[in-house]
């Protein structure tokens, strides 16, 4: 089946040691996304790529950087976890065709940071 | 500025059927999704809408009014599977999702 996969699951950090999220998806879609995502709040777009493009968000501090070697895969570095970056971390994927663009997402991993 | 307003939470009786509503503010508007968000877990994809009216699909139907700037997420015969958070996401001009908090539905028996 065609999906978007997340690994890990679960992540433990210690506060300042870097730690790296991984995301890779089988659907042949352009757009990959990172949200962060904290109790009971919104999703917050962190950054997306269209195809090698790369998009930041004006608000997502330098902490968090991104990667996106080749369509299938994309990473989210963040490079000294404070303990305001537990959340968890959702990847996404879409066409990138306009109006109807569906965001489909991954089952996420949860960051803890002690 | 853009904004997405829905309640908070909200309780049903299972059996019942439930309305959770969304208001929007954003930029242009490219359409409205609703995505099912059970603890823990990852949003699921319930309803895409970019014209006005009503889109029935199964138990779930959602409504949009462009004018209005309002949609309603409608769900019949809840059943106890159906406790989770349904969030409220608009498609501005740029073609960004601007999402909403989310609504916190708790089913009853």
């Known amino acids: 089946d065609a999906m978007v996969i997340q690994n890990p699951r679960y992540q433990v950090t210690q506060f300042g040691k870097p730690v790296t999220l991984s995301c890779s998806q089988t659907l042949n879609h352009n757009v990959m996304y990172w949200y962060q995502q904290k109790s009971s709040q919104a999703p917050k777009l962190l950054f997306h790529?269209?195809?090698?493009?790369?998009?930041n968000e004006a608000d997502t501090p330098d902490n968090f950087q991104s990667r996106r070697p080749n369509t299938s895969f994309c990473f989210l570095d963040i490079r000294s976890p404070g303990l305001g970056d537990a959340a968890m971390y959702l990847c996404a994927t879409s066409t990138g065709g306009g109006s109807t663009d569906t965001q489909y997402f991954g089952p996420g991993t949860r960051l803890t940071v002690l | 500025g853009q904004n997405i307003d829905q309640p908070t939470e909200m309780t049903a009786t299972e059996g019942a059927i439930v309305q959770i509503n969304c208001t929007y503010q954003?930029?242009?508007?490219?359409?409205l999704f609703w995505y099912q968000q059970h603890a823990g877990e990852a949003p699921t994809f319930l309803s895409y809408?970019?014209l006005d009216g009503l889109e029935e699909k199964g138990r779930f139907s959602s409504f949009l009014s462009r004018s209005k700037g309002y949609s309603y997420l409608l769900l019949k015969e809840l059943q106890m599977k159906d406790s989770a958070s349904y969030l409220c996401?608009?498609?501005?001009?740029?073609?960004?999702?601007?999402w909403g908090a989310g609504t916190k539905l708790i089913i009853k028996p």
């Open positions: 954003t930029s242009g508007f490219n359409g």
């Open positions: 996401a608009a498609l501005d001009s740029n073609y960004q999702l601007i």
């Open positions: 790529y269209y195809d090698k493009d790369f998009n």
């Open positions: 809408n970019v």
